[in-house]
C-alpha cells in the first residue's frame, strides 16, 4: 500500500504504518491537549495507541492462522479505520476460511479475558461511552474496547471477519460463487441499514454504512472474476500482440511508444528477450517532467515484478496481481523468455466474452490489443 512507513518485520510478515494513521495519532494528541493539557494529552495517546496494537494483535491472528495452510501474508498494514493483512491468496477450503476469519476475533477475546482478569472486574458499555472520562482506568477502557472490536468484526458483512465466517458456512453447502453472492447481499442489506439509522442522528454509522457496502460489493465483483477464470489457464486472457521497450530505450522512445499504441502497460526486455521490468504510460509521462527526456526507463521502470507461466491458473494469476499492486503481469516460457502480459482490462474483457458466448461454442481464443 502506498505511503505506507514498515516499522517491523514479524515472522517474514512486515508491519506498516500508513501516513495518515501517523496524522491521525498527531490529531488525536492535539484534541486532547486542546481539552485538558499535557497530561490528558498523553493518556489519550497512549490508549489509541495500545487500542491499535490490540488490532495488530487481530490481524496477526488471520496471519499466523493462514500460515498453517499455507498461505503467506506479506504485511499488516495500520490505518485509522483498523488494520490490513494482505493474504497471498484467499483460501479454498471453506473450513480453512472459517478458521483464518475467526482468529482475529477471538485473539481480541483472549486479550479482553486476561484484562478482566487482572482488573477483577466485567467489562460493560459505560467505559466506551466515557472514554475521555479520566475516572475511567486505561485497562477498562481497552477491555471494553476489545469487546465491542468481538462484536463490531463479527458482523455478518464484508469486510469484517462475520462476513468472511457467513461465506465459509454456505461454502460448506453451495458453491463458492453463490455463497459469496449471499453473504455480499446481507452485507449491502445491513449496511443499507446502517445508513437509514445513520441519517437519525448517528453520523458514524453512515461511514460504516459506506465502508460495508464497498466492501461487500467488491468481494462479490471478485468472486465472479475467480468463478469464470477458474478453470482458465492464464494463456486464455494474455495480451500477446503489443509492444515491447529495449533495455537501452529513453523516456524519450517510452514517450513515443505512448503515441503509437494504445497500450497503458510497457514491458522492459534485455536483449535475449527476458523481462526486466514494467513501466506504465502515468510513470513516463510523470518521468518525463522530473528527468526529461533523455533519462533511462530502468530509473522509473517497476523492477522485481512477479511472473506466471501460460499453463498457471488465471484466477490465481489474478489474485497475484491484486496482492503485488503491480499493473500488469509479465507471462514468460520455461526459459524465462517473455510471451505477453496479463492486465486487469484484459481480464474483464475476457470475462464479458465468455459470459456471452454459447455454452457450447468454440473453445475460448487468446485475446489482444494493438
Aim: net charge neutral; hydrophobic share 50%; aromatic share 8%.
Amino acid at each position: 500500500m502506498r505511503w505506507s512507513i514498515r516499522i517491523a518485520r514479524v515472522g517474514g510478515i512486515d508491519l506498516k504504518i500508513h501516513l495518515t494513521f501517523l496524522i491521525f495519532l498527531a490529531w488525536i494528541a492535539f484534541s486532547y491537549y486542546h481539552a485538558g493539557g499535557a497530561s490528558v494529552a498523553i493518556q489519550g495517546t497512549l490508549f489509541v495507541v495500545l487500542l491499535f496494537l490490540c488490532v495488530l494483535l487481530h490481524e496477526l491472528g488471520h496471519a499466523l492462522t493462514a500460515r498453517q495452510f499455507g498461505i503467506r501474508t506479506p504485511d499488516i498494514t495500520l490505518l485509522p479505520i483498523g488494520g490490513v493483512a494482505r493474504l497471498e491468496r484467499i483460501p479454498k477450503e471453506p473450513r480453512q476460511e472459517l478458521l483464518i476469519a475467526i482468529a482475529g476475533p477471538l485473539v481480541n477475546v483472549v486479550i479482553a479475558a486476561i484484562l478482566m482478569l487482572v482488573l477483577n472486574q466485567q467489562a460493560d458499555a459505560s467505559a466506551l461511552e466515557n472514554l475521555s472520562n479520566p475516572a475511567v482506568t486505561l485497562m477498562s477502557k481497552l477491555a471494553s474496547v476489545n469487546i465491542f472490536l468481538v462484536l463490531f468484526n463479527l458482523i455478518p458483512a464484508f469486510p469484517m471477519d462475520g462476513g468472511r465466517i457467513l461465506r465459509a458456512l454456505l461454502a460448506m453447502k453451495l458453491n463458492y460463487a453463490r455463497a459469496t453472492q449471499i453473504a455480499a447481499t446481507v452485507g449491502q442489506a445491513l449496511a443499507f441499514v446502517f445508513g437509514l439509522v445513520g441519517l437519525f442522528g448517528n453520523p458514524m454509522l453512515l461511514f460504516i454504512a459506506l465502508f460495508v457496502y464497498l466492501g461487500a460489493s467488491q468481494e462479490a465483483t471478485l468472486a465472479r472474476v475467480q468463478d469464470v477464470t477458474f478453470d482458465l489457464p492464464v494463456s486464455e486472457a494474455m495480451v500477446t500482440d503489443l509492444r515491447a521497450l529495449p533495455v537501452n530505450a529513453t523516456l524519450d522512445d517510452a514517450a513515443e511508444a505512448v503515441l503509437r499504441t494504445s497500450q497503458h502497460e510497457f514491458p522492459v526486455l534485455d536483449q535475449a528477450g527476458r523481462i526486466l521490468g514494467i513501466i506504465t504510460s502515468a510513470d513516463i509521462i510523470d518521468a518525463l517532467r522530473r528527468h526529461g527526456g533523455n533519462a533511462s526507463i530502468l530509473q522509473v521502470m517497476h523492477k522485481d515484478t512477479p511472473v506466471v507461466h501460460p499453463d498457471d491458473r488465471l484466477d490465481e494469476a489474478f489474485l497475484k496481481m491484486q496482492s503485488s499492486s503491480f499493473p500488469a503481469l509479465p507471462v514468460i516460457d520455461s526459459f524465462g523468455r517473455f510471451l505477453g502480459l496479463i492486465t486487469p482490462e484484459n481480464v474483464g474483457e475476457m470475462i464479458m466474452i465468455r459470459s456471452v458466448r454459447p455454452k457450447n461454442g468454440k473453445p475460448s481464443w487468446r485475446l489482444a490489443h494493438a
